[in-house]
Structures are given as structure tokens and as C-alpha cells.
């Protein structure tokens, strides 16, 4: 009876919240919705965050432990926060110099539950009432539910997946936070997929692509040409190395070995896909070889021994990792090809590609450290791995959601390409954004989109490519027709421009950008693309975000604020604003060109002391 009762007072609830207006009803409740609400609800406005699973906080929470960021403090605001507190808690409970503190590097890494604990306080930290957070939401991406009148969603449908129901949700505002677009995709937002070809826009890297590891050179079947093929995807497995706390891994129900039969020989050869690995002769790998078979471990260059040959491993504290797809492999946990349909399939199709992508991680595990034709001492140093006993209780130790790395690209008002975060010459930024929510960094970064082919030095769409800490501006996430949508997370740019964009701390603070953004164009009653940008970097700055980065201040300065608005427009060109040299000549030239006012340079007035008369 208690329990009909409780069923019934959770039905009455949902169709209590579903059927009142939101300021800003956000689907997805990965990091950038999440920031996304936290700053609406900063600015006084009420939010729904709608996640499909029962958990949200997105990848972080789910394995992604060790932060991918090119530049440590280019990306601040609210990401700041989340790293400030997880390193808080580390330091909370296990004290100042513990080891855990050590391994969580300043907070960016970090375990899947201490990510859910931070997000949970940094929602709580917003004031109670304003966020509403329901799991179990899930929105499928058709027209029929999406509400449109006048160019604006005025509702969506939603399902209730505890209860079977449909839900309806209202808004003066929408964000798309999903990782593969849907929400803007059911409103009509055009969108791209699959690779551009170099010559659309000459971006390096672009279409099809076969590169030594990590930046080059390419190799033969490298054509550049674009296609439909979408990189891979896999799960963030946290491992641990602590026996008290590991779950052996047991071998899936659908098992294949042959999927992973390959790699034997490359364990015993040392094949990787290392640039050094270009100048191995054939004996050099038979005497590898004989070696492993002797009991030695590999001496080929850069090959790796043990768990490493097969995921990226990265240290988390409390002896846990971060296991990610090994790059330096030709079979590892992506699983390339396979995922093609996820950007534009349903979820029936989504569910069942999850879960065989589960039975071939669990499986590609267990082959390294069961399978008996690979030699005992590689077996045993695999062994050394287990699943973490303490992370996913409800589901088997095992990540709740696929690291969905890109799935549909929203067509927005600025088009973002790799040449946006590239350097215009040596040593010098990349093209300076006047309209930039957040500075940003990461190499330009994709995985394969194709499995193992023979003769192949790598597998097809793999690239690093050094990048700069380059300015994202806002019309990324702006949609050119729908009037109240914002889409922080599938933002628009070519597959090359969208490598580096979409890590989690820009992610984070694209999604603070439009929350922030959402709450503007309610109070000024307009639409998303006549938001007031200068009013919108404002509340950002204020609010301790980086517009563009600097080596040599950081947003503590006094003078931060100023000194980036002045900068988006030209007056702080280089890396370093030394604030506190005097000017030079060529500075008071061009401050003296843009200012318009008398800007002295005999060496009696600093930068910092000039920033008076240009303000």
C-alpha cells in the first residue's frame, strides 16, 4: 500500500511539473546543461533540466575523470568552480597533503562520484526552487514533439520512462545540452554530419585521413575527401589497481573472440601506429618476437606493455583511472564504424548499440587478461586491473553512458572551422573574436571512424593537431531562424572546428554562456540572435569567466575585466598583457589608432596606469 501511495504522489508530482511554464527548459543534463541552469537561475530565472537516464552530470560523471584541457586557466567560470570543488572535497576528507589530493591535480582529476557530488552542490549552491532537476526524461527527436508557432517553441513532449507517460513542458526558452542534437534537430535547425572535405574550408586534417600518431605524417589512402563517417565512440572505463576495491571483469554473454584475435600478434610484434614504429624492420619485430616469448617484455619504439597496450591509462586518486581508447593501438575500446547511425537514430537503436558496445569493452578486457595465447606475464600485468566496486553499484561497475564524442552539428549564425583555433602566424593568437562567451583549448582532436584495415598505418579520421588557446563567440550555439533556442553542447562547426570545441570545460562554459544568454533575451524580450553580446560578456566577466586568455593575468587581477574588454577589441594582440611595463611606442601606436585619445610612451605610464584613459 505505502508503495502505491508513494507511486501515486510521484505520478501527481510529474504532472504538476510538466504542466507549468519554465523560463528555460533544457534537455540533457550533461555539464553544459547543467551550467546552463546554474547561471539562468543566477540571473532569477526558473529551470527544468530533462535527463533520458537516471543520473545526470554526463560524462564526467561517467569515466571521463581526467580533464581535457590544452591550457589550464583558459577556461574559467563556472568549469572553474567545478574543479575548485572537487578539489575541495579531496582535501575535505582525506586532508591537505594526502595523496589523494596529490592525484586529483588541482581538481581536474577527479572520480565519476566526486563529479556528481560537485555538480549536486554547485546545483544546490543556486538557490533552492529555482532548478528542477527530473530523470528518466526522455525526448525523441521528431517534429511531432515540438510545439512551433511564429518561429518559437512554445512546448515539448517528453516520456516519463518510470511511468510510460507523456509529459508536456513549456518555456519562454529552450536549450539543447543533448550531445547529439536532437532537441535543435526536432525544431528544424539544419545540421551537418560526417567529415568536410579539406577543400571546403582548408582545414588540415579534414576528411579522409590515415596519420601516424600523433601529429603525422599522412600516409598512403589519405585523400581528404569528405564522407558521412562519424568518429567512434566508447565507454570511459574507471578502473582500479587496488585489490580491496576490484571487480574482476567476467567475460560478456556475447562474447566474439575473433574480434579481438588481432591483437596477439600485436602484442608479440610491438605493431603500433607511433611514428617511430615507421622505421621497424621485420626482424626487429620477430626478435620482439622471440623475446615476449622468452618471458622479456617488448622492446619495440613506442609500443607499451600490459592494460596500456590497450586503453589510455590516467591516474585518479584513491588508485583509480581514467581508461580511455589507446591511441597508439589499432584495436582498443573505440569501436569505430558501428556507430555511424547514433546521431540520427532513436533511442531503440541507441539502447542496443550501448549495450554492444558494454559486451565488446567487457570483452576486449577480458581477452587481455584471460586469453591463452597471449603470453602469462602480459595476462598477468592486465590482471593487475579491475573494475572500481565503488563507482556505478547500479549497473554493474560498469559507466552508465557512452562518450557520444560528436553526433550532429547545428547550423548556427558562426560557422566554427579549424582555422578559428589556429595560430594566424607563428607564435601569434588566433584570430581574435569580438563576440567571444569563453576562451578555449584543446588540440584539434578526432578518432577513427573506420576499423583496422590491412596495410593501413593507422586507423582512418585519427588526428591530433596542435591548436592555441583560441575565443569561441556566441553564435556557435544561435540558431538563424528558431527565435527562442539555444544549443551550447551539438554547436555549429565544421568536423575539424568542432574537434577541439567539444571537450567538457567548453561545453561548461558555452552552457553558462547561454543560460546567462537565456535570462538576456527574457529580460530584453528579443530573440536569441539580438541577445546584447557587450551586456552578455558582461554578466560572464562578473561572473569571473575568461573571454581571452592571457599567460600572464588571471581573472583575480583587478583590472581582468577591463582589460578583456579592451583586448576583444584589439588593444592586447600578444600572449602577455604586462600590465605593469611601461608602454612602448608601437603599443601607444595602436592604442592611440583605436582610442582615438593621446597615449604617451616615455616610458612614465604603465599599461596598467593607461587603462584609466582608455576607459
Given at each position: 500500500m505505502r508503495r502505491l501511495i508513494l507511486s501515486v504522489l510521484s505520478l501527481l508530482a510529474a504532472c504538476h511539473l510538466s504542466g507549468q511554464e519554465y523560463d528555460l527548459v533544457i534537455v540533457g543534463g550533461n555539464p553544459g546543461g547543467i551550467t546552463a541552469a546554474i547561471a539562468a537561475a543566477r540571473e532569477g530565472k526558473d529551470c527544468v533540466i530533462l535527463e533520458r537516464t537516471e543520473h545526470i552530470g554526463g560524462l564526467p560523471v561517467n569515466g571521463l575523470g581526467a580533464t581535457d584541457i590544452g591550457t589550464r586557466g583558459a577556461t574559467t567560470g563556472l568549469f572553474e568552480r567545478f574543479v575548485q570543488t572537487n578539489k575541495a572535497y579531496y582535501i575535505d576528507k582525506y586532508g591537505a597533503e594526502s595523496q589523494q589530493v596529490r592525484d586529483c591535480s588541482d581538481g581536474y582529476h577527479f572520480e565519476p562520484h566526486v563529479a556528481a557530488l560537485t555538480f549536486d552542490r554547485m546545483i544546490g549552491e543556486a538557490g533552492p526552487g529555482k532548478i528542477t532537476v527530473l530523470t528518466m526524461r526522455q525526448f525523441d527527436s521528431e517534429p511531432r514533439y515540438v510545439a512551433m508557432e511564429n518561429g518559437r517553441i512554445r512546448s515539448i513532449r517528453i516520456l516519463n520512462r518510470d511511468t510510460g507517460e507523456e509529459e508536456t513542458y513549456s518555456g519562454r526558452m529552450f536549450l539543447d545540452a543533448t550531445y547529439e542534437g536532437d532537441l535543435g534537430a526536432a525544431a528544424g535547425v539544419p545540421y551537418r554530419l560526417g567529415r568536410e572535405g579539406a577543400d571546403e574550408y582548408g582545414e588540415p586534417c579534414a576528411g579522409r585521413i590515415y596519420r601516424w600518431w600523433k601529429h603525422g605524417p599522412d600516409e598512403a589512402g589519405t585523400t581528404y575527401q569528405g564522407d558521412n563517417a562519424i568518429q567512434s565512440y566508447n565507454y570511459r572505463v574507471c578502473l582500479t589497481t587496488d585489490p580491496a576495491k576490484s571487480v574482476a571483469v567476467q567475460k560478456p554473454e556475447n562474447y566474439d573472440r575473433e574480434e579481438f584475435a588481432s591483437l596477439v600478434d600485436d602484442v608479440l610484434t610491438g605493431r603500433n601506429t607511433d611514428i617511430r614504429f615507421k622505421s621497424v624492420t621485420a626482424e626487429q619485430m620477430e626478435a620482439n618476437r622471440q623475446k615476449i616469448l622468452a618471458g622479456g617484455r617488448t622492446a619495440i619504439p613506442g609500443d607499451v606493455w600490459g592494460m596500456a597496450k590497450i586503453s589510455s591509462i590516467v591516474r585518479l586518486p584513491n588508485s583509480k583511472t581514467d581508461a580511455n581508447n589507446q591511441h597508439l593501438a589499432l584495436i582498443s575500446t573505440d569501436l569505430p564504424e558501428e556507430n555511424?547511425?547514433?546521431?540520427?537514430?532513436?533511442?531503440?537503436?541507441?539502447?542496443?548499440?550501448?549495450?554492444?558496445?558494454?559486451?565488446?569493452?567487457?570483452?576486449?578486457?577480458?581477452?587481455?587478461?584471460?586469453?591463452?595465447?597471449?603470453?602469462?606475464?602480459?595476462?598477468?600485468?592486465?590482471?593487475?586491473?579491475?573494475?572500481?566496486?565503488?563507482?556505478?553499484?547500479?549497473?554493474?561497475?560498469?559507466?552508465?553512458?557512452?562518450?557520444?564524442?560528436?553526433?550532429?552539428?547545428?547550423?548556427?549564425?558562426?560557422?566554427?572551422?579549424?582555422?578559428?583555433?589556429?595560430?594566424?602566424?607563428?607564435?601569434?593568437?588566433?584570430?581574435?573574436?569580438?563576440?567571444?562567451?569563453?576562451?578555449?583549448?584543446?588540440?584539434?582532436?578526432?578518432?577513427?571512424?573506420?576499423?583496422?584495415?590491412?596495410?593501413?598505418?593507422?586507423?582512418?579520421?585519427?588526428?591530433?593537431?596542435?591548436?592555441?588557446?583560441?575565443?569561441?563567440?556566441?553564435?556557435?550555439?544561435?540558431?538563424?531562424?528558431?527565435?527562442?533556442?539555444?544549443?551550447?553542447?551539438?554547436?555549429?562547426?565544421?568536423?575539424?572546428?568542432?574537434?577541439?570545441?567539444?571537450?567538457?570545460?567548453?561545453?561548461?562554459?558555452?552552457?553558462?554562456?547561454?543560460?546567462?544568454?537565456?535570462?538576456?533575451?527574457?529580460?530584453?524580450?528579443?530573440?536569441?540572435?539580438?541577445?546584447?553580446?557587450?551586456?552578455?560578456?558582461?554578466?560572464?566577466?562578473?561572473?569571473?569567466?575568461?573571454?581571452?586568455?592571457?599567460?600572464?593575468?588571471?581573472?583575480?587581477?583587478?583590472?581582468?575585466?577591463?582589460?578583456?574588454?579592451?583586448?576583444?577589441?584589439?588593444?592586447?594582440?600578444?600572449?602577455?598583457?604586462?600590465?605593469?611595463?611601461?608602454?612602448?611606442?608601437?603599443?601607444?601606436?595602436?592604442?592611440?589608432?583605436?582610442?582615438?585619445?593621446?597615449?604617451?610612451?616615455?616610458?612614465?605610464?604603465?599599461?596598467?596606469?593607461?587603462?584609466?584613459?582608455?576607459?
Open positions: 555511424w547511425p547514433w546521431p540520427t537514430a532513436g533511442w531503440d537503436w541507441r539502447d542496443k548499440f550501448a549495450q554492444r558496445l558494454r559486451d565488446y569493452t567487457l570483452g576486449l578486457l577480458w581477452f587481455v587478461q584471460n586469453d591463452e595465447a597471449l603470453p602469462e606475464h602480459f595476462r598477468e600485468a592486465c590482471l593487475k586491473y579491475g573494475l572500481a566496486a565503488d563507482e556505478y553499484q547500479d549497473n554493474g561497475n560498469f559507466p552508465r553512458q557512452v562518450y557520444v564524442r560528436e553526433g550532429r552539428r547545428l547550423e548556427g549564425v558562426y560557422f566554427f572551422t579549424a582555422n578559428d583555433a589556429l595560430p594566424v602566424s607563428d607564435g601569434k593568437r588566433p584570430p581574435i573574436n569580438g563576440q567571444s562567451i569563453t576562451a578555449s583549448h584543446y588540440a584539434l582532436d578526432s578518432h577513427a571512424v573506420r576499423k583496422r584495415e590491412p596495410g593501413r598505418v593507422h586507423l582512418d579520421g585519427f588526428f591530433s593537431h596542435p591548436s592555441a588557446v583560441y575565443t569561441v563567440p556566441y553564435g556557435v550555439m544561435v540558431p538563424k531562424a528558431v527565435d527562442n533556442l539555444l544549443f551550447p553542447v551539438p554547436v555549429s562547426g565544421s568536423h575539424v572546428g568542432f574537434s577541439t570545441l567539444r571537450m567538457e570545460p567548453c561545453w561548461m562554459a558555452l552552457g553558462e554562456a547561454a543560460g546567462t544568454a537565456a535570462a538576456l533575451a527574457i529580460d530584453n524580450e528579443v530573440t536569441v540572435r539580438d541577445v546584447p553580446v557587450a551586456a552578455l560578456q558582461e554578466k560572464l566577466l562578473d561572473n569571473g569567466a575568461t573571454l581571452i586568455y592571457f599567460r600572464d593575468l588571471k581573472n583575480t587581477d583587478p583590472d581582468f575585466a577591463k582589460v578583456q574588454r579592451l583586448a576583444l577589441k584589439g588593444y592586447f594582440p600578444e600572449w602577455n598583457a604586462r600590465l605593469d611595463t611601461p608602454i612602448d611606442e608601437a603599443t601607444a601606436k595602436l592604442w592611440k589608432e583605436l582610442s582615438k585619445k593621446k597615449i604617451k610612451s616615455d616610458g612614465t605610464l604603465t599599461k596598467r596606469e593607461a587603462l584609466r584613459i582608455l576607459e
